[in-house]
Every structure is written in C-alpha cells, then in structure tokens.
C-alpha cells in the first residue's frame, strides 16, 4: 500500500479565481454538462474531501449521482458513494449537516487532538472521528486514508483546504473549471489564499489536457511525483 493516496484536487473559479461571490447565495460557476464530468470524476475515486468550512457553507451531500455509475462501482466490488472526509481545527460541525446523514459510505472526520475527544462523542454513530495529531498533520491524515485502503482521494474545497494541499506538495492532479465571467470582488473567497507554493516559474506543473466544455475551459494539471 501507498504511503499516502493519489491526491486529484478539483475545482470549478472564475476568470479571476474566485469560487463564489459575497452573497449569501451560492454562485454557480459550471454547467450541467461539467456537472456529470465531475460526477464521473468522483465515480474513479475511493473517497472525497472537503473542509469543515465547506461542510458549515455549502451543506454539500457528496455522492455519486448517476446511477449507471453507482451500479459500475457496485460490480467492481466498491460501495456506490465514496468514503466521505472532512477535517476540522475547530471541532465546529453540525451532526445533521448532508455531510453527515446522506449516504452509507463512511464519513471520517480528521481532527486535532484537543478536539477530536469531544467531537467523538458529539459525532457518534454519525462518524469516525481520527486523531490527526496537535497541530492536525496532513501526512497523518494521507497515510490513515491508504491503510483504509483509499488509493485515490478527490478533494473539492474549500480555498483554505486547497492552500494547504497545494503548499504542502500533496497534490498529484489539478483538474481546474474556468468559468468565462469575473468576480472582482476582494472579500469573496479565492481558489487559493497566501502561501509558499512548491509550485513556480522555476518548477511548473505540466498542462495535460485542455478540454472546453461549452463556455467553460477544463485545465488538467500534473504536478510532482505525477509528472512522470
């Protein structure tokens, strides 16, 4: 077994890199038919990530939604939805929240120490919550996931969790949606936020694939290790 899971971040932004406007309404920033794209994306996978600010946020159910795809994994021998994981530094999660009480894959809820105790039992037979360590080390997070026996892991999000995979050189894949409009708004959140990236002039990540989808750009990133 790999030390950690291949790592697939994906992400639908504006043209100017934001991922929602300041309203209290969801922006959507991608399309029906990128919708089934990313659907069929999350069908290849073993489990999905978000933060616990998109869990609080965005209420998100994260499952496979074609049934076609659900009975293809279901003749493979894997469960129809994915193993569902959140990591939280606050402990702040809403036990009805979708994340939560959709599905009958697992939901593992990655937490630091001084918080993962009271998070068990808040979270108890809704969840497994895992000590991640103090401060919440992701390499622990990555290593749990493969002994699980997840091989690849999807992350959707938010910016905060995009910034920390992507500073921390964990990310294999960059699947990124270009939304044909701009936002401009400095208080909406940003696909990513301030940090040191391994990723730079100096050692890029390698375009693999351009694909438009109607208005939409998809731009397909290896970095790292997937380089080859």
């Given at each position: 077994m790999s030390e950690r899971p291949y790592v697939l971040l994906s992400c639908a932004?504006?043209?100017?890199g934001y991922i929602d406007d300041a309203s209290p309404e969801r922006l959507r920033l991608s399309s029906a038919a990128d919708w089934?794209?990313?659907?069929?994306?999350?069908?290849?996978?073993?489990a999905i990530l978000v933060g616990a600010g998109t869990v609080r946020a965005d209420d998100p159910?994260?499952?496979?939604?074609s049934e076609r795809r659900r009975a293809k994994r279901a003749e493979r021998g894997l469960p129809p939805d994915l193993t569902k994981v959140t990591l939280t530094w606050s402990g702040d999660l809403d036990p009805g929240a979708r994340f939560f009480t959709t599905g009958e894959s697992p939901k593992l809820v990655y937490a630091p120490s001084r918080t993962a105790?009271?998070?068990?039992?808040?979270?108890?037979?809704l969840a497994e919550v895992v000590d991640a360590g103090d401060p919440l080390v992701l390499a622990t997070m990555l290593a749990d996931l493969a002994a699980r026996g997840v091989r690849r892991?999807?992350?959707?999000?938010?910016?905060?969790?995009?910034?920390?995979?992507?500073?921390?050189?964990?990310?294999?894949?960059?699947q990124l949606v270009v939304a044909p409009f701009f936002i401009g708004d400095p208080s909406a959140p940003r696909f990513v936020q301030s940090g040191v990236f391994p990723q730079s002039p100096d050692s890029p990540m390698r375009l693999a694939e351009v694909t438009r989808i109607g208005d939409l750009a998809l731009l397909r990133y290896l970095t790292g290790a997937a380089r080859g």
């Open positions: 932004m504006s043209a100017d089934d794209r990313v659907d069929a994306v999350r069908a290849g996978c073993d159910r994260l499952l496979v939604k105790g009271a998070l068990a039992a808040r979270l108890d037979g892991l999807m992350v959707e999000g938010g910016g905060g969790v995009h910034t920390l995979f992507l500073t921390a050189g964990l990310v294999d894949e960059l």
